[in-house]
């Protein structure tokens, strides 16, 4: 059995990297979620934003256990119910109408070790939002028609640096081909959803996963964003990625990079104002 096949290495942690399976076997197996987040050999999209944070911030995410919080267990729920509905059902289960204060909701925990609980009310609301996303016709035919949760790597030419992305959803059947993303939000209005696109970087995730779909399939893809608003009435929306932000993040994605090498190179990944100095805050434009 070698390395591309054997199980026991593709677990988190067992000292064999994304870019030693990739070497070895010319592609990559079918690789976890928990592995992917694992591999230290590239860098992802997550990694990329830290650093443009500071470089400071980025030695700190590549050592320090990050805790899930409520707001992205739920989005991971969800993300799970739309692509992946078969893990899913056998990964989450509901609590209903359990207490968890209460004797019964610690045997339930017991009953269900290894499961994941979501409420009642989680559960209530993770099936409306499946059933919009189904209802809306070209939603539903770009994640019936694609391919899931597929990890890829790639070198970047003019730096070197080995880079991965976990695609949501590929479809290879519209247009010149079509990367999903879904994300979860309080607002999927066209007013509102642009400002979490700024707000959480989503301009340098589309570039670089363009880049990184052009390194892999020799092809250009286009970028939507699958919006789904998290409660009532769970509202959905399928935005393709203009250009203007497009070139954004890929301006940020070279400055990202830029930025890596140079502290790789020199040793140093300051955080803010490392010469101790003292500037202007810089407001902002909404505000004045």
């Known amino acids: 059995m070698n390395a591309m096949t054997d199980p026991a290495l593709l677990q988190p942690n067992v000292g064999v990297s994304l870019v030693d399976l990739y070497q070895q076997g010319g592609s990559l197996p079918d690789i976890s979620n928990e592995v992917y987040h694992a591999d230290l050999s590239c860098i992802s999209v997550s990694g990329l934003k830290q650093l443009l944070r500071s470089p400071a911030h980025y030695q700190s995410y590549l050592t320090e256990t990050r805790k899930e919080t409520p707001a992205l267990f739920y989005g991971t729920a969800i993300h799970a119910r739309l ?56 939603a539903r035919a770009l994640l019936r028609g694609g391919t899931v949760e597929q990890t890829l790597i790639w070198q970047d030419e003019e730096t070197g640096v080995w880079l991965k992305i976990r695609p949501d959803c590929l479809n290879f059947d519209f247009g010149d081909g079509i990367c999903v993303d879904v994300k979860s939000t309080d607002d999927a209005s066209g007013a509102e959803f642009p400002r979490s696109c700024v707000k ?13 779909l052009r390194a892999v399939y020799k ?3 286009d970028f939507a964003f699958l919006a789904v608003e998290k409660d009532g009435p769970y509202g959905v929306a399928l935005y393709g990625a203009p250009e203007e932000m ?33 500037e202007i805050l810089d407001w902002p434009r909404y505000a004045k």
Request: hydrophobic residues 35%; glycine residues 6%.
């Open 246 to 278: 497009l070139e954004r993040g890929r301006r940020r994605f070279r400055q990202a990079l830029q930025l890596l090498v140079k502290c790789r190179d020199t040793g140093s990944w300051p955080c803010y104002q490392q010469d101790g100095g003292y």
């Open 83 to 138: 692509l992946e509905p078969e893990i899913y059902a056998r990964t989450f289960i509901g609590a209903y109408n359990l207490d968890k204060r209460k004797k019964d909701y610690a045997e339930f925990e017991v009953m269900t070790a290894g499961l994941r609980i979501l409420t009642r009310d989680q559960m209530t609301a993770i099936e409306r939002i499946n059933e919009n996303v189904m209802a809306h016709a070209s």
């Open 219 to 221: 092809r250009d893809f």
């Open 200 to 212: 959480y970087d989503y301009d340098l995730q589309a570039a670089v996963y363009l880049d990184g």
